[in-house]
C-alpha cells in the first residue's frame, strides 16, 4: 500500500462529499423532480428549501476555511489541477485503448498527482461550485424589483448546477472503482491509501516521486 492522501485531506473530502449530496439532492427537490418519499423525508418543499440554503451556506463556509486553515494544500491543490500540457491529449487517447486492452498495452504516462482527466474534472466542479456558491449567496439579497436580476441569477444556478450534478456523477463513477482501469481506487480516500498496483496504473508519475519506502518495486 501507498499513502495517498492525509487523514486531514481525508475528512476533509467526506465533510465536503457529504455537504455536496445533501446540497445536490435538496436542489433537485426545488426544481421539481425528486421522488415523493426522499421529498418528504426532508420536510416537504419547506424543508427542502431550508436544507438546500442552510447546507449550501455550510458548503460556502467550508470553501472559505479551508484556504485559510490550510494555504499550502489550498494552493498545491489548484497548481495541480491547473497544469496542463499538449501531451495530455495523446494520454487521453493512449489510456482509452488502454482501458480495453489492458493486458496488450503499457500504461501511459503523466506526470501529475491526478490525470489530465481528473484535473479537468476537478477544476470545472471548483468553479461550478464557486458559481453556486455566489449565486445562492446573492439571490436572498437582490431586491425584489430587480426581477431581471433574479431571474438571471435563478437561471445561472440551475444551470451550474445541472452542470455540477453531471461533473459530480462522472467524480462518483470513477472515485468508486466499478471502472476496470479504476478497481481498487476508493480506498484513497477511504483509508488515504491506495496499492501500489493502482498507484502505478492512474498515477505513474506522482508514483515515482514518492519517498524511496513507498517507490515502485518489482513483484
Excluded: K
Excluded at 420536510?43 to 463556509?61: E, F, Q, S
Amino acid at each position: 500500500m501507498i499513502r495517498r492522501h492525509s487523514s486531514l485531506t481525508v475528512g476533509t473530502h467526506a465533510t465536503v462529499g457529504l455537504l455536496v449530496i445533501v446540497v445536490a439532492v435538496t436542489g433537485l427537490g426545488l426544481l421539481g423532480v425528486l421522488p415523493t418519499p426522499l421529498l418528504r423525508a426532508f420536510g416537504g418543499h419547506a424543508g427542502v428549501r431550508a436544507w438546500h440554503y442552510w447546507t449550501g451556506i455550510a458548503l460556502t463556509c467550508v470553501f472559505v476555511v479551508i484556504p485559510i486553515a490550510a494555504p499550502q494544500q489550498a494552493w498545491q491543490f489548484v497548481r495541480d489541477v491547473s497544469r496542463y500540457r499538449v501531451s495530455d491529449l495523446a494520454w487521453l487517447l493512449n489510456f482509452m485503448r488502454f482501458s480495453v486492452a489492458q493486458a496488450r498495452r503499457p500504461v501511459p504516462a503523466h506526470a501529475g498527482r491526478f490525470d489530465p482527466v481528473q484535473r479537468a474534472i476537478f477544476a470545472l466542479m471548483t468553479i461550478a461550485l464557486a458559481v453556486l456558491a455566489v449565486t445562492g449567496v446573492a439571490l436572498p439579497l437582490i431586491p425584489p424589483s430587480a426581477r431581471a436580476l433574479v431571474g438571471a441569477c435563478v437561471r445561472i444556478h440551475d444551470a451550474t448546477g445541472w452542470a455540477f450534478i453531471g461533473l459530480l456523477g462522472l467524480h462518483i463513477v470513477a472515485g468508486s472503482g466499478v471502472l476496470p482501469t479504476h478497481r481498487g481506487v476508493a480506498l484513497a480516500m477511504a483509508t488515504g491509501r491506495v496499492s501500489l498496483r493502482v498507484a502505478q496504473r492512474l498515477w505513474p508519475g506522482w508514483t515515482a516521486r514518492q519517498p524511496d519506502e513507498h517507490a515502485p518495486r518489482s513483484d
